[in-house]
Nanobody
Framework: VQLQASGGGLVQPGGSLRLSCTVS???????MNWYRQAPGKQGELVAA???????NYADSVKGRFAISRDSAKNTAYLQMNSLKPEDTAVYYC??????????WGQGTQVTVSS
């Protein structure tokens, strides 16, 4: 099982980015999640989506970020709007299969700066 994350980059405050995470390999995907790790800070769960499309967000991104998934493509997306400098971090996608195993992508850097 491999996870390929993409879509990170440098954006000005107030801008938008869309992250993608495509899963390849034999896996029955349950939840798909996005985490982030900023320098000197603890990693945090940013957004999660279940197989039933129930979503959950960190308070810091509610109203600005939106997670979605395309089950046919085994892909999760994170639409990030109204980005702030404090959103700067490495973003990791994570999937949890129905059997409970967890898999991680390689991380994609998001930098919000003028």
């Amino acid at each position: 099982v491999q996870l390929q994350a993409s879509g990170g980059g440098l954006v000005q405050p107030g801008g938008s980015l869309r992250l993608s995470c495509t899963v390849s390999g034999s896996i029955s995907i349950g939840a798909m999640n996005w985490y982030r790790q900023a320098p000197g800070k603890q990693g945090e769960l940013v957004a999660a989506i279940t197989s039933g499309r129930t979503t959950n967000y960190a308070d810091s991104v509610k109203g600005r970020f939106a997670i979605s998934r395309d089950s046919a493509k085994n892909t999760a997306y994170l639409q990030m709007n109204s980005l702030k400098p404090e959103d700067t971090a490495v973003y990791y996608c994570n999937v949890v299969e129905w059997g409970g195993r967890s898999f991680w992508g390689q991380g994609t850097q998001v930098t919000v700066s003028s």
